[in-house]
């Protein structure tokens, strides 16, 4: 059973999400797929599954609803560096970059998604489906089940992984090895010279895999720490 679903499920889907075979990656990367013997098919077995009631867009669009907050798109941080006074920074983008590369660029993994609409009920039968094997494409999603509107047609996400090039494309993976694990530490050795005055956290500043309720438990826990904790405004 265990060769079967390797072959069958990891292999290939290792080889297309990040061009490498499981065994060139850390094992915590196919310790993320969990393997149960059960009649519950869904993929997480979490007791509580749940998305925001009105949606992730909403739900940061509240967050950043308040006065003191100012979004700029399309900015570059490198462009207004020296021109945002603060006495603590929250640095969510990639690390090494930060640090202008003085260590060498850590690898990640990028995405291109195609969106068709189809005029149909439902395209599937689950919110997402993988593809681990031929297909050049990892998964579809189908957002309509996640949602639970009631519209007629629905619209799905093709998802296509490829490396992610600097001026190219856009990061959203870090790629899980122990020769980058170990590049990244010289950069954390570095972040954590700066006394918090900048903090580090996300996928791509902590150079960790997160799903989204670790990113959301790694920001909290950020706050607690270093801003309530530390009585910082």
């Known amino acids: 059973m265990a060769e079967y679903v390797y072959e069958k499920v990891f292999y290939g889907y290792n080889l297309k999400q990040w061009g490498l075979t499981p065994e060139e990656l850390g094992p915590s990367v196919t310790?993320?797929?969990?393997?149960?013997?059960?009649?519950?098919?869904?993929?997480?077995?979490?007791?509580?599954?749940?998305?925001?009631?009105?949606?992730?867009?909403?739900?940061?669009?509240?967050?950043?609803?308040?006065?003191?907050?100012?979004?700029?798109?399309?900015?570059?941080?490198?462009?207004?560096?020296?021109e945002v006074k603060f006495d603590g920074m929250v640095y969510t983008g990639l690390i090494d970059e930060f640090f202008d590369y003085m260590y060498g660029e850590l690898p990640y993994r990028s995405l291109q998604f195609e969106f068709s609409h189809h005029l149909v009920d439902t395209y599937q039968e689950v919110a997402q489906v993988n593809y681990p094997n031929e297909q050049a494409y990892t998964r579809i999603s189908e957002y309509k089940h996640i949602t639970g509107q009631r519209a007629y047609g629905t619209t799905v996400s093709i998802?296509?992984?490829?490396?992610?090039?600097?001026?190219?494309?856009?990061?959203?993976?870090?790629?899980?090895?122990?020769?980058?694990?170990?590049?990244?530490?010289?950069?954390?050795?570095?972040a954590e010279s700066l006394n918090h005055k900048v903090l580090f956290a996300?996928?791509?500043?902590?150079?960790?895999?997160?799903?989204?309720?670790?990113?959301?438990?790694?920001?909290?826990?950020?706050?607690?720490k270093q801003v309530a904790g530390g009585k910082r405004s």
């Open 159 to 190: 998802e296509y992984p490829l490396a992610y090039k600097r001026g190219q494309n856009l990061p959203y993976y870090p790629v899980p090895r122990e020769e980058n694990r170990k590049r990244y530490n010289l950069y954390l050795s570095d």
């Open 31 to 82: 310790g993320r797929v969990p393997v149960h013997i059960s009649r519950d098919n869904r993929y997480f077995q979490d007791r509580y599954q749940a998305i925001p009631k009105d949606g992730y867009t909403q739900m940061l669009q509240r967050m950043a609803n308040h006065s003191n907050i100012t979004i700029l798109l399309n900015t570059d941080y490198r462009e207004i560096e020296g």
């Open 202 to 224: 996300g996928r791509l500043a902590d150079y960790k895999y997160y799903n989204m309720d670790q990113a959301v438990a790694r920001a909290l826990g950020v706050f607690e």
